[in-house]
């Protein structure tokens, strides 16, 4: 495992010489969402191609670009586009971006992404704090050698998802105005869209929102000791009785109406964080 950690020592080496300040929360974000970037102040920026040994994002509507800037009060670090376990990467590569914030000295994930709903109540455009997860991607992003100066090589999941972070997000959204769920996401291989039967499947197994994407960096931010938040915009409702086609243009389209409240949420977030 002595090369991904040279990899990893590498990349944080660079990105410490674009920025002096060592942001306290990594944002990455996910399908529709790259314009939360606008709410922030941005210090340094770079393309995912520029940055050593990182993935590239052939998602779409996934702009490429780490960004570090103020934000809701604070230095953070903003993912604007991820990777994806269907675009060829293996979860290894997925969880390196994770790693280097770790390295770094970053404290906390907040990863955001659009997800279909499972559960019934949810309407597009309702925005889920993720409370547990299911990971049906078939690897694990810690498999193989462990990386000691990361982690333990079984890291406990049992309260993978900040329970304190949930509750600070409950309060901010409360007093704005911002009505939030909460539930249980699964993360997918894709790049195929669920089946009635696969959604029937997922709902059964207490999934409430499914997506291709998080969970693999979830694993490795709790393996690194980092708290982790997170949010699923319900794009669409997947019911199994009464299917509809689910086209990506539409998942774009309808996590894009919720930028804002997801940007006025963080901000919010951020500033309570700080304060």
């Known amino acids: 495992m002595k090369h991904l950690e040279e990899k990893i020592e590498n990349t944080v080496s660079f990105l410490k010489s674009g920025f ?22 941005v210090l340094w920026e ?15 509507d996934h702009e490429g670009k780490l960004l570090v800037g103020k934000i809701g009060g604070q230095v953070a670090a903003l993912f604007q586009g991820r990777f994806h376990y269907y675009e060829g990467y293996s979860t290894r590569q997925l969880a390196f971006p994770v790693q280097v914030m770790a390295s ?10 659009a997800a279909g709903g499972l559960n019934l109540s949810f309407k597009s455009g309702d925005i889920m704090l993720i409370t547990d997860h299911l990971n049906f991607i078939p690897e694990n ?3 193989g050698p462990n ?8 890291p406990d999941m049992s309260r993978a998802w900040s329970r304190g972070l949930i509750a600070v997000m409950k309060k901010v959204a409360m007093e704005n105005g911002i009505n939030i769920k909460e539930g249980v996401f699964v993360a997918v291989p894709g790049p195929s869209l ?6 029937r499947f997922l709902r059964m197994a207490g999934a409430d929102a499914v997506a291709m994407s998080l969970v ?5 931010a709790v393996h690194a000791g980092m708290e982790l938040m997170g949010i699923s915009i319900i794009a669409n409702v997947n019911d199994p009785d009464n299917f509809r086609p689910i086209l990506i243009e539409d998942v774009i389209e309808q996590a894009g109406k919720a930028e804002r409240r997801l940007e006025k949420l963080l901000v919010a977030f951020l500033n309570e964080l700080g304060s």
């Not at 399908?31 to 939360?36: I, K, S, Y």
């Not at 770079?46 to 998602?59: E, K, L, R």
Request: charged share 20%.
């Open 216 to 220: 693999p960096e979830a694993i490795a």
């Open 20 to 41: 002096d300040v060592i942001p306290e929360t990594c944002i990455m974000l996910g399908t529709g969402l790259g314009g939360v970037a606008t709410a922030m102040d």
């Open 141 to 143: 992003p810690l498999r």
């Open 46 to 60: 770079a393309p995912y191609g520029d940055i050593p040994d990182f993935p590239v994002s052939t998602a779409p």
């Open 194 to 199: 669920e089946t009635p039967a696969e959604t």
């Open 104 to 113: 770094l000295g970053v404290k906390r994930l907040v990863g955001c992404n």
């Open 147 to 154: 990386i000691d100066s990361l982690g333990e090589r079984f």
